[in-house]
């Protein structure tokens, strides 16, 4: 009846069913007698049509499958929603289970989701005795079904992966008899007892990564009061968020904590007082501490004892780093602040000799970056360092590639398998059973080698996804085909299969899709801009640590993998780190002066500087350049020292040779000849330096000579005579006995007493003193 029914639907989707009506009518009638006859069954098998008619009718969503790999005493429970697609009421409803043949290839597995259509040959009949009526189900109605089945009665007789049918079926009006109308498949990985070979070796990759939370920007008290630009983060710690969800999870499960020491920095600043960045400029109190504190707690009993991965600072996108140019001792110091950083929180010896690309694409620039910070472990992935065409088997992840450097190469089809959407149940589902189903095929393709495999899934699964993975990581604890291998390390160690390729792979086979997604080379010049501008400003400051420690980690956040497929944010994050970082030079300042106006040839020029930070500045220098050189000269620099929070007043000599206005721009340089804050420019006015000015200063100069002149004449005058008796008096042209002059020009007081003067100290007039 099945082959009836699908040479029925062919000729249905040749031609509309008013073009053949009595065609059609035999054609039924035809397989009503076969049914009669015995010949066939039912048919179930119809091809789908646009019209929802078909095996797509009815939507089925399997939702759980527990446990997820039973053993032959278990009872499999299975459960989920069907929901009529269709435009027609379905009548006497009902679910089934149909196993069809066992898988041999790992490509099948990949597959088994894709199907939708009802296929006769390869679904497998309906399990006897294992259905669940539904009855009717109108147009857009959703009903829910459990199925519980004994594992025996599915009569699996050999050990492998075996795709596992619901299908459900019915009839609808327009087609009065009963046939497939939907069906899900899913994967059972059946293994009841141990494996007779080799146990595979799975190393699964625990990562606790998060996005950029945290800018340099910080209070100016004391304490250095962090300033987060949202809390969101606090939302994300908090009981059922994304990162309380992955410690919760992980601390019962044998993995390897892969860890972004910024993350914890970030939290660790949380547990004291913070802000949070207001929309209208004003920053409110954060509220995250308590979560904060909690959070790490449990990080800290989570990691005790268990192999922790620490990542460089910031998580670096190190084909970013190989691709565009970027400076390769930010990875350096990335990757020392790791060690301690993790130490010093989680009171761990991290593991810091391992990198691990996005994606684990690789190729030879990005593993020489990798290795340049002392990381030999490369963790790749086997979508990019393929394995010949037509390997029989997957390989041991660990090979070396040249160097000293180990390539840990993780399984692609596991590391992908909880991408995705999984907030549906029915995805969560079917990823937990693929993987599985990988897993064991992994073990069967050549059990009698013992294999060390690693996971590695996506930087930052969530909720959902990372409860997925713990559902399949407690699928592989009954280790009936698999043994846990938590350490990394021990993985890297493994001794590499002979076969496995060692070869990286070229720079053209990077993939387009994740060059697009790279830090442009732009990004990388703003970063070097920053980073120049910091170096210099902290020449200056009398306690550095306080802008060096917040900007040099949010320069390492400016490379951070977090930012790919977010341009924009990315560009805006460079923005307001460089921002801030201006705006802590321009606290030291000069400060606006009105012009000033010299009134001589040579003058003091003062200039004020302005510490608006919170400590000290020294090694600064203030310079003022003249316009006219040659018409007004500034002395050389002067050396600047201020306190923070205060000012200090520089003076510089000038000498004018010229009138008229000067302008001078002054400016604060450190000793390498960096500029730090804006330049500021003022006009000199030069006005007493005239012609005339010169002429009278000249003309007082002369008189004053004169008057000298004329002084010493007279005082010679009035001396005594010399040794020949020729002095004024023995000539008769000296005072008269009575006082008198010579009556040319009047007497003047200081005259007689010259005179008197010159009397007392005659030696020749007996007992008067002589004075020496």
Same mark, same amino acid.
């Given at each position: 009846m099945?082959?009836?029914?699908?040479?029925?639907?062919?000729?249905?989707?040749?031609a509309?069913p008013a073009?053949?009506?009595?065609?059609?009518?035999?054609?039924?009638?035809?397989?009503?007698?076969?049914?009669?006859?015995g010949?066939?069954?039912?048919?179930?098998?119809p091809a789908?049509?646009?019209?929802?008619?078909?095996s797509?009718t009815?939507?089925?969503?399997?939702?759980?499958?527990?446990?997820?790999?039973?053993?032959?005493?278990?009872?499999?429970?299975?459960?989920?929603?069907?929901?009529?697609?269709?435009?027609?009421?379905v009548?006497?409803g009902?679910?089934?289970?149909?196993?069809?043949?066992?898988?041999?290839?790992?490509s099948?597995?990949?597959?088994i989701?894709d199907?939708?259509?009802?296929?006769?040959g390869t679904?497998?009949?309906?399990?006897?005795?294992?259905?669940?009526?539904?009855?009717?189900?109108?147009?857009?109605?959703?009903?829910e079904?459990?199925l !519980?089945?004994?594992?025996?009665?599915?009569?699996?007789?050999?050990?492998?992966?075996?795709?596992?049918?619901?299908?459900f079926?019915?009839?609808?009006t327009?087609?009065p008899?009963?046939?497939?109308?939907?069906?899900?498949r899913?994967?059972l990985p059946?293994?009841p007892s141990g494996?007779?070979g080799k146990?595979?070796?799975?190393?699964?990759?625990?990562?606790?990564?998060s996005?950029t939370?945290? !800018?340099?920007?910080?209070?100016s008290d004391?304490q250095?009061?962090?300033?987060?630009?949202?809390?969101?983060?606090?939302?994300?710690?908090?009981p059922?968020?994304?990162l309380?969800?992955?410690?919760?999870?992980?601390k019962?499960?044998?993995?390897t904590?892969?860890?972004?020491?910024?993350?914890?920095?970030?939290?660790e600043?949380?547990?004291?007082?913070?802000?949070?960045?207001?929309?209208?400029?004003k920053?409110?109190?954060g509220?995250?501490q308590?979560?904060?504190n909690?959070?790490?707690?449990?990080l800290?009993?989570?990691v005790?004892?268990?192999?922790?991965?620490?990542l460089?600072?910031?998580?670096?996108?190190?084909?970013?780093?190989?691709?565009?140019?970027?400076?390769?001792?930010?990875?350096?110091?990335?990757?020392?602040?790791?060690a301690?950083?993790?130490? !010093?929180?989680?009171?761990?010896?991290?593991?810091t000799?391992?990198?691990?690309?996005?994606?684990?694409?690789?190729?030879p620039?990005i593993?020489?970056?990798?290795?340049?910070?002392?990381?030999?472990?490369?963790?790749a992935?086997?979508?990019s360092?393929?394995?010949?065409d037509?390997?029989?088997?997957?390989?041991?992840?660990?090979?070396p590639?040249?160097?000293?450097?180990?390539?840990v190469?993780?399984?692609?089809?596991?590391s992908?398998?909880f991408?995705?959407?999984? !907030?549906?149940?029915?995805?969560?589902?079917?990823?937990?059973?693929?993987?599985l189903?990988?897993?064991?095929?992994?073990n069967?393709?050549?059990?009698?080698n013992?294999?060390?495999i690693?996971?590695?899934?996506?930087?930052?699964?969530?909720?959902?996804?990372?409860?997925?993975m713990a559902?399949?990581?407690?699928g592989?604890?009954?280790?009936?085909w698999?043994q846990?291998?938590?350490?990394l390390?021990?993985a890297?160690?493994a001794k590499?299969?002979p076969?496995?390729?060692?070869?990286?792979?070229?720079?053209?086979?990077?993939?387009?899709?994740?060059r697009?997604?790279?830090?442009?080379?732009?990004?990388?010049?703003?970063i070097?801009e920053?980073?120049k501008?910091?170096?210099?400003?902290?020449?200056?400051?009398?306690?550095?640590?306080?802008?060096?420690?917040?900007?040099?980690s949010?320069?390492?956040r400016?490379m951070?993998?977090?930012?790919?497929?977010?341009?924009?944010g990315?560009a805006?994050?460079?923005?307001?780190?460089?921002?801030?970082?201006?705006t802590?030079?321009?606290?030291?300042?000069?400060?606006?002066?009105?012009?000033?106006?010299?009134?001589?040839?040579?003058?003091?020029?003062?200039?004020?500087?302005?510490?608006?930070?919170?400590?000290?500045?020294?090694?600064?220098?203030?310079?003022?350049?003249?316009?006219?050189?040659?018409?007004?000269?500034?002395?050389?620099?002067?050396?600047?020292?201020?306190?923070?929070?205060?000012?200090?007043?520089?003076?510089?000599?000038t000498?004018?040779?010229?009138?008229g206005?000067?302008?001078?721009?002054a400016?604060?340089?450190?000793?390498?000849g960096?500029?730090?804050?804006?330049?500021m420019?003022?006009?000199?006015?030069?006005?007493s330096?005239?012609?005339?000015v010169l002429?009278v200063?000249?003309?007082?100069?002369?008189l004053?000579?004169?008057?000298?002149?004329r002084?010493?004449?007279?005082?010679k005058?009035?001396?005594?005579?010399?040794?020949?008796?020729?002095?004024?008096?023995?000539?008769?042209?000296?005072?008269?006995?009575?006082g008198?002059?010579n009556g040319?020009?009047p007497?003047?007081?200081?005259?007689?007493?010259a005179?008197?003067?010159?009397?007392?100290?005659d030696?020749?007039?007996?007992?008067?003193?002589?004075?020496?």
């Amino acid at each position: 009846m099945a082959e009836a029914a699908e040479f029925q639907e062919t000729f249905r989707g040749t031609a509309p069913p008013a073009t053949f009506p009595r065609f059609r009518t035999v054609v039924t009638l035809l397989a009503v007698l076969l049914v009669f006859l015995g010949v066939t069954q039912l048919p179930n098998a119809p091809a789908a049509h646009a019209d929802g008619t078909g095996s797509r009718t009815v939507s089925v969503s399997v939702d759980s499958l527990t446990p997820v790999a039973p053993t032959q005493n278990d009872k499999i429970t299975i459960s989920g929603t069907v929901t009529n697609k269709g435009r027609s009421t379905v009548n006497a409803g009902r679910i089934g289970l149909r196993v069809g043949p066992l898988l041999t290839t790992r490509s099948e597995i990949d597959d088994i989701g894709d199907r939708t259509a009802f296929s006769p040959g390869t679904d497998g009949a309906e399990l006897s005795g294992h259905t669940q009526k539904i009855g009717k189900l109108q147009p857009g109605i959703s009903r829910e079904f459990t199925l !519980t089945v004994p594992a025996k009665d599915l009569n699996l007789d050999r050990d492998g992966v075996y795709p596992l049918g619901v299908s459900f079926s019915g009839q609808t009006t327009d087609q009065p008899y009963e046939r497939v109308l939907g069906i899900r498949r899913t994967l059972l990985p059946w293994q009841p007892s141990g494996t007779d070979g080799k146990k595979t070796q799975v190393t699964f990759l625990w990562p606790l990564i998060s996005s950029t939370h945290l !800018t340099a920007r910080t209070e100016s008290d004391q304490q250095q009061t962090p300033i987060f630009p949202n809390d969101d983060l606090a939302a994300e710690l908090a009981p059922g968020g994304r990162l309380q969800q992955l410690v919760a999870l992980g601390k019962n499960l044998p993995v390897t904590w892969v860890i972004d020491p910024d993350l914890l920095a970030t939290v660790e600043a949380m547990t004291k007082s913070y802000r949070v960045a207001g929309p209208d400029g004003k920053d409110t109190p954060g509220r995250g501490q308590a979560v904060a504190n909690q959070w790490l707690g449990q990080l800290q009993k989570a990691v005790d004892g268990k192999e922790v991965v620490a990542l460089p600072f910031g998580d670096p996108d190190l084909a970013s780093l190989a691709h565009h140019g970027g400076a390769l001792s930010h990875l350096q110091s990335a990757t020392e602040l790791a060690a301690t950083t993790v130490d !010093t929180i989680l009171h761990v010896k991290p593991r810091t000799d391992f990198a691990w690309p996005v994606d684990g694409a690789v190729d030879p620039s990005i593993v020489g970056v990798a290795t340049s910070a002392g990381a030999h472990n490369i963790i790749a992935r086997s979508d990019s360092l393929r394995e010949p065409d037509g390997s029989p088997y997957a390989p041991t992840a660990a090979r070396p590639i040249g160097g000293g450097n180990t390539a840990v190469v993780a399984d692609a089809r596991l590391s992908t398998a909880f991408e995705g959407d999984l !907030t549906r149940a029915g995805e969560t589902s079917l990823a937990v059973q693929q993987f599985l189903a990988q897993s064991l095929m992994i073990n069967k393709q050549a059990p009698e080698n013992e294999r060390s495999i690693v996971v590695a899934p996506q930087r930052m699964p969530s909720t959902s996804q990372a409860q997925a993975m713990a559902t399949a990581l407690g699928g592989l604890s009954a280790g009936r085909w698999t043994q846990p291998l938590a350490d990394l390390g021990d993985a890297a160690k493994a001794k590499p299969d002979p076969a496995a390729s060692r070869r990286v792979p070229g720079p053209g086979s990077y993939p387009d899709a994740l060059r697009a997604q790279e830090l442009p080379k732009e990004a990388f010049e703003a970063i070097r801009e920053t980073q120049k501008g910091l170096s210099s400003f902290k020449t200056i400051l009398t306690s550095p640590d306080r802008v060096v420690i917040p900007f040099g980690s949010a320069i390492m956040r400016e490379m951070s993998t977090s930012w790919r497929g977010n341009p924009a944010g990315a560009a805006e994050f460079r923005t307001a780190v460089d921002s801030y970082l201006d705006t802590l030079r321009n606290q030291v300042s000069l400060v606006k002066k009105s012009d000033p106006t010299l009134s001589g040839r040579s003058a003091v020029l003062p200039v004020t500087v302005k510490n608006g930070l919170l400590q000290g500045i020294d090694g600064l220098y203030l310079q003022l350049e003249s316009s006219q050189p040659n018409r007004l000269k500034v002395t050389d620099k002067q050396p600047v020292k201020i306190d923070g929070g205060h000012s200090q007043s520089v003076k510089f000599e000038t000498r004018a040779y010229a009138n008229g206005p000067v302008k001078v721009t002054a400016q604060l340089y450190t000793a390498d000849g960096q500029r730090i804050g804006k330049e500021m420019d003022f006009t000199v006015h030069v006005t007493s330096i005239t012609p005339m000015v010169l002429l009278v200063i000249a003309g007082g100069v002369l008189l004053l000579v004169l008057a000298g002149l004329r002084i010493y004449l007279k005082r010679k005058r009035s001396g005594k005579p010399d040794s020949a008796g020729n002095g004024p008096e023995a000539d008769g042209e000296g005072p008269s006995d009575d006082g008198g002059n010579n009556g040319d020009e009047p007497e003047r007081p200081g005259d007689q007493a010259a005179d008197t003067g010159a009397r007392s100290g005659d030696p020749s007039r007996p007992g008067e003193k002589v004075e020496r």
